[in-house]
């Protein structure tokens, strides 16, 4: 790197940081590898684990978010209870509305 810089013309000695665009270009070569390299492997570790998570499922004729859903389904309680008939104010603001 530093000899690439201290590059100055055929048949010459080098001169001390002639050429300084060069480390600018090897700054951000090294960048722009060291974010595909990082990126290349965290696309192979989501990978795996996917490929991890779906053989669980193989055997099963349910995919993995109906299985979640089915197994939460008897924790749930509803909030509130759930009655055909409607309060009086309810009921009122209803009638004038419609």
């Not at 590898?33 to 492997?41: K, P, S, T």
């Not at 978010?65 to 209870?81: D, E, F």
Request: one cysteine or more.
């Amino acid at each position: 790197m530093h000899r690439s810089i201290d590059s100055f013309a055929e048949n010459h000695g080098p001169v001390s940081n002639h050429r300084p665009a060069v480390a600018v270009f090897y700054f951000v070569y090294i960048i722009v590898i060291a974010f595909f390299m990082v990126n290349i492997f965290v696309g192979f570790v989501i990978v795996t684990f996917q490929k991890e998570g779906e053989q669980e499922y193989k055997n099963c004729e349910l995919d993995k978010n109906q299985v979640r859903y089915s197994s939460s389904c008897p924790t749930l309680s509803p909030l509130s209870s759930h009655s055909a008939r409607l309060d009086n104010l309810t009921h009122c603001l209803m009638i004038l509305l419609v």
